[in-house]
Structures are given as C-alpha cells and as structure tokens.
C-alpha cells in the first residue's frame, strides 16, 4: 500500500495540493471476523481489542510522522528486525497499560531474521 501510494502521487502530482498520505498499524492477536450487513451486499468486518489497538497505532503515525506503527511484541512475534526505528511507549486509549511500539519511517530496514520459534 505504502508503495502504491508514492506511485499515485507520482501520477497525480499535477492536481494535488498536498501528497496523499496513509498509514499503517500493526497489532496482533484475536479478533473476531465476519461478514455482515445485507446478503447481497455483505462487508467483511473485524472486532475486538485487537482491532482496535491496530487502529490506535494506524492514529499514531500521524502523531509520530511515520508511515509505520508496529507493537513491539508483534514484531518479535514475527520475527522482524527492524533497524532505524524509533522505540516508544505509549499510552493506548482503552487500555490501563502503555504499550512498547516501533515508529518506522523507512520501510527499507525491515528485515526478517526468520527466528519465530524463539519469540514463542
């Protein structure tokens, strides 16, 4: 998404004020999926503290100007070292804990280390 986006800006540069701009939250956990609404035209929907700590972080990026919030312990799960980015501890709305998060501003450094057993 990150990579189509500088794309689309790069195609639409001559009627934009303002480059287009998203960003994105990582968590991990249970949620509960399904669809819903009218069956001819049902959405796909997510619940749950999961889902909502994901779009917590997605809101911080515009706070920390990054295009990238991960949790610290969504990352290690996965088994990503990610270098350059900056480290912090948040307050997340909905909940009594703060949480360790990684701000990544550039996609770049990511990297797989293929160690997911050991973050078990």
Not at 7 to 24: F, H, Q, S, W, Y
Not at 69 to 96: C, L, M, Q
Not at 98 to 117: C, P, T, Y
Request: net charge negative; charged share 25%; no cysteine.
């Amino acid at each position: 998404m990150l990579d189509r986006i500088d794309k689309l800006n790069a195609r639409l540069g001559d009627e934009l004020t303002d480059p287009l701009r998203i960003g994105v939250g990582i968590h991990m956990g249970d949620a509960i999926v399904g669809s819903m609404g009218p069956p001819a035209t049902p959405i796909i929907s997510a619940l749950g503290d999961t889902v909502n700590v994901a779009a917590r972080l997605e809101s911080l990026t515009k706070e920390l100007g990054v295009p990238l919030v991960i949790s610290k312990d969504t990352a290690a799960y996965a088994g990503y070292e990610i270098r350059g980015a900056i480290s912090h501890t948040v307050p997340v709305k909905g909940r009594d804990a703060e949480m360790d998060i990684l701000a990544i501003s550039d996609l770049s450094e990511i990297q797989f280390d293929g160690n997911v057993e050991a973050a078990e």
